[in-house]
Structure formats: structure tokens, C-alpha cells
């Protein structure tokens, strides 16, 4: 038969318990749902990779070698359409008439 005091310390137990998965579920859940709502910043010119790697705004006007007439970010591999974020660039978002000398043909069907 529990006394009283038995049935308190097993109510503080489950407490304790639940309060150990549930607090730190709390803290970490809005830290996910802010990162996964961060909107893009459009890739600054004066970033050191972009520069790096020749990135222009407008692929009409690249003069670059390697630079393939009808290349672009909207048609390059690791360009996102919907979100323009580029898999090279985390965090910024790439003009869909871009261009920089990753470019890689898209699969991507449509
Ligand atoms: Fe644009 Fe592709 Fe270069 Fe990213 S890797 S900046 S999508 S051309």
C-alpha cells in the first residue's frame, strides 16, 4: 500500500520526466522553425567566393572562357528554383539570370 509521501515522490518523478523531454523539445523547436523560415539574401557581388568564381547577375554580359552561351543560374544543377538559393552559397539567394564558373548542366526536367 503507498502512503502519501510515496505517491508524491512518484508524481514529482513523472514530472520530472516529463519535463526532461518536453523542455528541451521547447527551446529547440522555434530554433529549427526560424532557420527553416530565414529568407535568402540575394548574393552580394563583393562576396569573396562569388568573386571568386566570376559570379555575374546577368550571364549576358559574362565575358568569361568557360562561359557557355544560353548558361545560367535558372539552368544550372545546384540552382534552386522557387527559393533561387544555390547549393555553393548558403544562406544568399543567386539571380535565376546569373551566371559564375560552377555552372553544371541541370537534369531537372520542365
Ligand atoms: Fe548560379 Fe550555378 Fe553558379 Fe550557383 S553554381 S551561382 S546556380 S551558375
Redesign the pocket.
Known amino acids: 500500500m503507498a502512503t502519501n509521501e510515496n505517491m508524491q515522490r512518484r508524481r514529482f518523478l513523472i514530472l520530472a520526466g516529463i519535463s526532461a523531454i518536453a523542455v528541451p523539445v521547447a527551446l529547440r523547436w522555434p530554433t529549427e522553425a526560424s532557420a527553416a523560415a530565414k529568407p535568402l539574401i540575394p548574393?552580394p557581388l563583393t562576396n569573396a567566393q562569388?568573386h571568386a568564381?566570376n559570379?555575374a547577375e546577368d550571364?549576358s554580359l559574362v565575358k568569361a572562357a568557360n562561359h557557355k552561351p544560353g548558361?545560367?543560374?535558372?539552368n544550372?544543377?545546384?540552382?534552386t528554383p522557387g527559393t533561387n538559393a544555390?547549393?555553393?552559397?548558403a544562406g544568399y539567394s543567386?539571380?535565376p539570370k546569373?551566371?559564375?564558373?560552377?555552372?553544371?548542366k541541370s537534369t531537372r526536367s520542365g
Open positions: 548574393l562569388a568564381l559570379y550571364a548558361s545560367a543560374c535558372a544550372c544543377q545546384l540552382f544555390c547549393s555553393l552559397f543567386v539571380a546569373g551566371w559564375c564558373s560552377a555552372w553544371s
